[in-house]
């Protein structure tokens, strides 16, 4: 094992913000209750931790990990396991009685909660004794009706020496209607005087009762301060500062002096003086300014924002400034007591969204951070199309022949996805200076993050087999083949990063994805073509982004697979009603598609993020899918296409790849997290091994019957086929999460993994073999057209290469890799300039590229590196 290190993906520039970081451990190195320390070249410090895995003799897999101090500037931190662990004094302090929450830190804060104020997520805010902010609520309006906060529940969900987290629970209410059921975490760290928020919700609405907006709203306490000494600073674009007051005293045409002007301008206190004022006294000459009760900063568009102030409600608008993209922050405060700076993370990615300042000139100004801006149009989730007359099943796969769209009535419903969007508070004790504003806005836009370096973690063996270190990363000189993979997968990362941009592939619901399909013809994605229009994980395209990150250890691609990961596990997957558990098949919209599946949900997808941060909402989404085996008695996926006998009671028609490799992908996170229920996972993981090995044809069976409750498998009687091979049963992680398995459960239960094995090997063996191959190990050939994605299932012969030796099948893996279909070897791997007027604007197209062909490439060639590189 080498030395345990992390560096920092994003540094934190100002030293203002705590981070949380996930570190994998080797099995059977630490046991439960170790302590930790983490330091650079010449200091150490105590580290906290939440164990979050463990391998099956119970020594941890992975800890998280949360950080509240300077650390200095160092390439790299050792984590380091400890006797015993430092002893931290006064870091934190909580309060839980009577029904309020008080938790005080050793930076000076001070946060209180009470259930017993229902409409407010927390009552008080302060710093070194100063209240900075007297409270927050949530506000909303469905269909242009105001909903106000229902509190249900305040509770503390950890709490270490470094950081506690608080979580509160409740819903929006008009009319005794209650909606949007939301989870806030406030996160507070001992030494950090930046508070962090993380606001999830369920959207419950039906497509004609559309959300109109949705903000958190903050009150800052303004009483007994001058309005001249009252400050307002909105970010602007990159770190860019307006620089208002409720009263100004500069640009006047006879005022205060110069130096009054100069302190206000730059936060300082004005004391003003009666004979200062020129032509005229001091209370004419004020009576005489403008005070600015409001302020509205607008980002409608990922392109554009607008900011306006006005007197008071009944007067105009006043237009004051605009510019492309805002970091989303904002101040509002005094020179003499300080005040409350407010960011939102990914504030224009996320268009439409809105600062909303008021009260200005009152006693308690109020700032609200919209995360759906009230001046957008509603928030339409009523499907795209009248469903064209597709009323039964063969019109319905008629049409799924013409734009690849499964539809069918009733299911292009967004009620039950979800979405979760990241607040910073940080408390003034006087108005910053530019700067310090500035290296606010950079924390909201880049939070600071730090991970596990590529050669540590892969020495731990954690997500095994699935990936290792780029060469270069190592200090390796890779071969040329290697080199060029390599210029490969660099190539259409950044062509996709580019995509995002060029395409503008951002909005509330829509940032995170990319498209499916490109249109050589129209120079654009298929935006508008059934199934050819979202992504929503086609192939494994979030894994493909993870698994590049542990491959590189790159900035850019883990912010880009975050964002991703942060849209499909809410966006694309359903989290209450009818389809809860499913997600949705690509299309149009994120939720038009008929095919509800857990292909899509999978839990593969969210497991490395949560594993890297330990982050509690991914950790909540993830235990969310830990029984989504029962979604499987709700729907038959096989409804439309595959004719079955009665189905037993209790058992439902599964696949043996789309569905059983969700299914262990879920259970084996539940096992190792020993999370609830994970005995009963571990339980259903081992009899699903067992019932799989039982087939008359293994994988080869492809559909089966499956009890959720048991885990026991039966084969699905006449007229069900009694084998079918599919091209997509591979391609949604079943090989990258049972090489995992099979390595974490073969010490303790050897006999039922030996078994799978074999029977696994098998299909390994025969999909990209010879006809010859396949009667050998299944007794018939697999059909030519069925056997597709030759590329993709590499990765299938790699695996049979490691476990027989071999390598002939090693070389035979390359060569169906490099030579067969997908993106080849000797094809052009050009990309073009894009120009108007051909092009709608300035930026890049590959006709070739095709998003399942990246999703593929991506995954096998990281997996083959791993497995089969010496072969090369």
Not at 97 to 125: D, H
Not at 302 to 326: L, M, Q
Not at 620 to 625: G, K, R, V
Not at 795 to 821: M, Q
Request: hydrophobic share 35%; with cysteine.
């Amino acid at each position: 094992m080498s030395t345990a290190s992390v560096r920092w993906l994003v540094t934190d520039r100002s030293s203002a913000s705590g981070v949380s970081f996930g570190m994998p451990w080797p099995k059977g190195y630490l046991r439960p209750g170790q302590a930790f320390t983490i330091g650079g070249d010449d200091q150490t410090y105590p580290l906290d931790c939440r164990e979050i895995a463990y391998w099956p003799d119970g020594s941890l897999k992975w800890t998280a990990h949360s950080v509240s101090v300077n650390l200095g500037r160092h390439e790299v931190y050792s984590v380091k396991p400890v006797d015993t662990s430092a002893h931290q004094t006064g870091g934190i302090h909580i309060k839980d009685e009577s029904g309020i929450i008080s938790v005080s830190t050793r930076a000076g804060l001070k946060i209180e909660f009470s259930l017993s104020a229902a409409s407010s997520l927390f009552n008080t805010l302060t710093l070194s004794g100063r209240p900075l902010c007297s409270g927050a609520t949530l506000v909303a309006s469905i269909n242009n009706k105001e909903y106000t906060t229902s509190v249900k529940n305040i509770a503390i969900e950890n709490a270490t020496g470094n950081r506690v987290v608080v979580k509160v629970s409740g819903s929006v209410i008009a009319d005794g209607q209650e909606h949007l059921p939301f989870d806030v975490r406030v996160y507070v760290y001992s030494d950090a005087p930046t508070i962090r928020i993380v606001h999830s919700f369920i959207h419950d609405l039906d497509g004609d009762e559309p959300l109109t907006s949705l903000g958190v709203q903050f009150r800052v306490p303004l009483q007994d301060t001058e309005f001249y000494n009252r400050h307002v600073r909105l970010g602007g674009a990159a770190g860019g500062v307006l620089k208002e007051e409720v009263q100004g005293l500069s640009g006047l045409r006879f005022g205060p002096t110069v130096q009054n002007r100069i302190d206000q301008t730059s936060g300082r206190p004005v004391a003003l003086q009666e004979n200062e004022w020129e032509m005229t006294s001091l209370s004419a000459g004020l009576a005489s300014v403008p005070t600015w009760d409001a302020y509205s900063l607008s980002q409608l568009s990922s392109d554009g924002f607008t900011v306006k102030k006005r007197t008071k409600p009944g007067c105009s608008w006043v237009r004051s400034t605009g510019g492309g993209r805002s970091d989303g922050t904002v101040y509002v405060g005094s020179a003499n007591h300080g005040g409350l700076a407010v960011g939102l993370n990914e504030f224009w990615e996320r268009y439409p969204t809105q600062i909303d300042l008021s009260n200005l000139t009152k006693n308690e100004g109020t700032i609200t951070m919209w995360l759906y801006s009230p001046l957008a149009e509603p928030l339409e989730t009523m499907p795209y199309h009248d469903g064209l007359g597709l009323d039964s099943y063969p019109k319905q796969l008629d049409a799924l022949n013409v734009t690849y769209e499964d539809y069918e009535p009733g299911f292009a419903t967004a009620n039950g996805i979800a979405r979760s969007n990241q607040i910073f508070l940080r408390p003034f004790l006087a108005t910053p200076p530019n700067q310090d504003f500035s290296l606010f806005s950079s924390l909201v836009r880049d939070p600071p993050c730090l991970a596990p370096t590529p050669e540590y973690m892969h020495s731990t063996k954690v997500f095994h087999g699935c990936w290792s270190p780029d060469s270069r990363v190592l200090g390796n000189a890779p071969t040329e083949k290697e080199s060029n993979i390599e210029k490969n997968l660099d190539l259409l990362f950044k062509y996709y990063q580019g995509q995002v941009e060029q395409h503008r592939w951002y909005g509330f619901l829509d940032y995170g994805d990319v498209q499916h399909t490109y249109d050589a013809y129209r120079h654009a994605w298929r935006y508008d073509v059934g199934g050819y229009a979202w992504d929503n994980s086609e192939l494994s395209t979030d894994l493909w982004l993870w698994l590049y990150f542990l491959h590189t250890g790159r900035a850019d691609v883990f912010k880009m697979a975050r964002a991703m990961t942060a849209h499909t596990a809410e966006v694309d997957v359903y989290h209450s009603g009818k389809f809860k558990g499913f997600g949705t098949r690509h299309g149009v919209q994120h939720f038009s598609d008929s095919s509800k599946q857990l292909r899509i949900s999978n839990v593969l997808y969210r497991r490395i993020y949560y594993y890297l941060t330990g982050d509690e909402r991914m950790g909540d989404l993830i235990s969310e899918l830990g029984e989504c085996q029962n979604a499987l008695l709700v729907l038959d996926s096989h409804r439309k296409v595959q004719e079955h006998a009665g189905i037993p009671d209790s058992f439902a028609m599964a696949n043996i790849g789309l569905d059983c490799g969700p299914l262990a992908a879920s259970w084996l996170t539940t096992w190792e997290r020993r999370a609830e229920g994970w005995t009963q996972a571990r339980d259903l993981l081992l009899k699903m091994l067992e019932g799989l090995s039982k087939l008359s044809h293994g994988i080869g069976n492809n559909a089966i019957l499956l009890n959720p409750t048991t885990g026991d498998i039966l084969e699905c009687p006449p007229p069900t086929p009694a084998w079918a091979i599919s091209h997509l049963s591979m391609l949604f992680g079943f090989p990258e999460i049972f090489t995992e398995l099979l390595d974490y459960a073969k010490d303790d239960y050897p006999t039922t993994v030996e078994a799978f094995t074999q029977v696994w090997l098998r299909y390994c063996r025969a999909y990209n073999g010879t006809p010859e191959v396949q009667l050998k190990e299944f007794g018939f050939e697999f059909p030519e057209p069925t056997v597709m994605w030759r590329q993709s299932h590499s990765t299938l012969t790699a695996i049979a290469s490691v476990e027989e030796k071999s390598e002939d099948l090693g070389r035979a893996a390359w060569n169906e890799f490099f030579n067969i279909d997908g993106y080849l070897e000797k094809q052009d791997w050009q990309v073009n300039k894009a120009s108007p007027p051909e092009f709608f604007n300035e930026g890049e197209e590959a006709p070739w590229v095709f998003t399942n062909e990246t999703a593929r490439y991506g995954v096998s060639a990281i997996f083959n590196l791993a497995n089969i590189r010496q072969y090369l």
